[in-house]
């Protein structure tokens, strides 16, 4: 068949699961779901065994998502506690420094134990009880793998907010769920340059309704500002503290974590994840999508701030008792051969990336890849937005050197685990598509305006999945009903994924990216509505519409129309000045790419921006706008094209 590319035949023999073996479990975990989750529910330690294995309906308005529900379990005793006597001098943890020339770490499954007891000491300390949410505001350090297990070990719910949030970001998260500590560092350094992320904390915590202490990992060593009381040192607490510290025992659907996402309205929303059911997709998935052999050195390059972190660099490998590589840097500093350095340093076995990496350093040329040993590779990995054959051609051919399989993984922040990706030895890849579902997963086609199940096997429309996996988000944090609304309302009997999608004729999924204001740039999810309330707060501007827009790096990047107030001049200045003022409200991630201004949007009459037409002028497509005589003012469109700045 046309581009479609086999595993290896020695692959394929010592891989876990071959192509018959893929159809004979997934034939038996869409049909007999309760005997295939109840026998893979084995790979987890449980206090107590569970007999109830699923209980769960997508019938709205009622939805309820229970797995494992009278199981009972230690979600850090199982990535931890339980690997000890086999395996207590293995490497847990290898942790490399954003700088070259620091040392690697590596922390063994016993010091892993000792820290994160230590640790969980710290806050009960802090007055952290089960249920008590702690957010965590970490660079990529092992004391972010500390922190989440310390609070799984005693049954507080971690919120992670990726280090890069501003401090309004980092306030509306801690205030949403009401976090009694908020873990940081002095200072995070990225690519040779250093955040003073205490002074975020300060920052966010004028603005904040709640009182949390902060608890400060000293990772630099530079001046950081106490305020008068709440602030406490890790390693001055740690001296008071002893590293007992037995698990608490959870139920499977005490929630794990709160991971704050974005979605088409409103302000961004608290993800929960359970402790049972969440590690178990964690971990088949880590073992299978990757192919995982004990021994193997497992590298995912996400920062543990996005679910990708959480899932594949912590709760998936540790439970399996993997080598988990944690990489504090990014993949141009020193250079662009930073990433196959490091797996030429370490050995790195699995190698699991963005596309939006892999297209940065497929511009820099081969030159950064070829001087480095990458024969110790056998999987490379890509998540987080559809990858285009030329970044998958490159990855495979430079990388890889045509013998690694790459799995193209779909999945979102709700689903905690992959849904549809390749297994290395059982799925002919094809360079773009994620192919077919994971096992337990049941995906499906849907007209987008008569919401009918598309039953050919070739087809096109949005993508929804039928029935329920263990690692699927059970609510919003505090907000059940939006829960309901966002994923299950508007397609009922169906978890609507937020993606359009095709089906090839080999029933292979192509995710063709999302049909709601969310976009993805770098792989980062944003819900256009927040750019746009952000810049409608600088007092310059009356309105603001977001679009997403073809960008050659990251994927997508970000459109902006502005309307100013009365008496506003555009100016050079006036766009650099939205530009800061956006990356500091939300943060460097969603600074504008494009900021055109608008005197007019264009609205139906009954004042609804048209998005789907200022998307086609940021794509530079003028060609097919639609109908536009429902606009109240069809000229604005002509004045948006005749000014549409160059890109
Ligand atoms: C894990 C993660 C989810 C959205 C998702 C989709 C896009 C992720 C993809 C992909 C095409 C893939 N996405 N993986 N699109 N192919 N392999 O990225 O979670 O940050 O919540 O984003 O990312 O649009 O809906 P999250």
Redesign the pocket.
């Known amino acids: 068949m046309k581009d479609m590319h086999e595993p290896a035949p020695d692959l394929v023999r010592a891989a876990h699961i071959d192509s018959d073996g893929y159809a004979e479990m997934y034939a038996r975990s869409v049909n007999d779901p309760e005997g295939f989750w109840g026998d893979e529910a084995k790979r987890l330690d449980w206090i107590t065994q569970p007999t109830k294995i699923k209980n769960t309906t997508f019938a709205y308005p009622d939805v309820s998502i229970k797995w494992f529900e009278d199981g009972e379990l230690n979600v850090a005793a199982n990535c931890v506690d339980r690997h000890l006597e086999t395996r207590g001098d293995q490497t847990a943890i290898i942790w490399e420094p954003d700088d070259v020339s620091d040392e690697a770490q590596h922390i063994t499954y016993r010091e892993l134990h000792t820290r994160v007891c230590k640790f969980a000491n710290v806050l009960k300390e802090l007055g952290v009880k089960k249920g008590d949410r702690v957010v965590i505001y970490l660079p990529m350090i092992p004391e972010a793998a500390y922190a989440m297990l310390a609070c799984a070990r005693i049954g507080a719910i971690h919120s992670i907010v990726f280090a890069g949030f501003s401090p309004d970001a980092l306030a509306n998260r801690v205030d949403d769920c009401e976090a009694k500590v908020v873990i940081t560092s002095d200072g995070a350094p990225r690519g040779g340059r250093v955040t003073n992320l205490k002074d975020n904390v300060n920052q966010a915590l004028v603005h904040s309704a709640e009182d949390p202490a902060v608890l400060i990992v000293k990772r630099t060593g530079q001046q950081i500002a106490f305020r008068s009381n709440g602030d406490y040192w890790l390693h001055e607490m740690e001296e008071k503290v002893g590293d007992d510290c037995p698990p608490e025992t959870m139920n499977a659907e005490d929630p794990l974590f709160i991971l704050y996402?974005s979605g088409s309205t409103g302000k961004p929303k608290g993800v929960v994840h359970s402790s049972g059911g969440y590690l178990l997709y964690a971990a088949i998935t880590h073992q299978y999508t990757f192919d995982y052999h004990d021994g193997d050195v497992f590298w995912c390059t996400a920062d543990v701030g996005?679910?990708?972190g959480h899932s594949y660099i912590v709760y998936g490998p540790l439970a399996n008792g993997a080598t988990t590589l944690m990489f504090e840097g990014v993949p141009t500093y020193p250079d662009a051969g930073r990433f196959w350095a490091c797996c030429e340093k370490h050995k790195v076995n699995q190698f699991y990336t963005a596309p939006t990496a892999i297209r940065a350093l497929m511009g820099k040329g081969t030159s950064f890849v070829e001087g480095y040993d990458l024969s110790s590779i056998r999987i490379l990995g890509?998540?987080?937005?559809?990858?285009n054959p030329e970044a998958w051609n490159w990855y495979n051919d430079v990388v890889g050197k045509g013998r690694c399989p790459i799995v193209?993984?779909?999945?979102?922040?709700?689903t905690g685990g992959h849904l549809i990706t390749p297994l290395p030895g059982a799925t002919p890849t094809k360079p773009g598509s994620?192919t077919t579902p994971f096992f337990g997963v049941r995906p499906v086609v849907l007209d987008p305006q008569t919401a009918v199940v598309q039953e050919e096997t070739a087809t096109e429309g949005v993508l929804a999945i039928a029935d329920s996996w263990p690692g699927q988000m059970r609510t919003v944090w505090g907000d059940h009903e939006r829960f309901v609304k966002t994923y299950f309302e508007q397609y009922k009997g169906y978890y609507f994924?937020?993606?359009g999608c095709r089906r090839d004729e080999d029933g292979y999924y192509w995710?063709t990216?999302?049909v709601d204001d969310v976009i993805?740039v770098s792989?980062?999810?944003m819900g256009t509505a927040e750019v746009e309330s952000s810049l409608v707060a600088h007092p310059a501007v009356s309105e603001a519409a977001v679009v997403g827009y073809p960008h050659e790096v990251k994927g997508q990047g970000i459109y902006c129309y502005v309307t100013l107030m009365e008496g506003q001049e555009p100016s050079d200045a006036l766009v650099k000045e939205l530009q800061t003022h956006v990356r500091s409200d939300i943060g460097p991630i969603a600074k504008p790419d494009v900021i055109q201004w608008a005197p007019g949007l264009p609205k139906t009459r009954s004042g609804k921006i048209m998005r789907r037409i200022l998307r086609k002028i940021a794509e530079n497509d003028f060609g097919s706008l639609g109908d536009t005589s429902t606009l109240a003012e069809p000229e604005v469109v002509d004045h948006l094209i005749a000014n549409r700045p160059q890109t």
Do not use: F, L, Y
């Open positions: 996402t996005w679910v990708t890509t998540v987080g937005e559809p990858i193209d993984t779909w999945w979102q922040t709700e994620a994924s937020g993606d995710i990216g999302r993805n792989g980062h999810r």
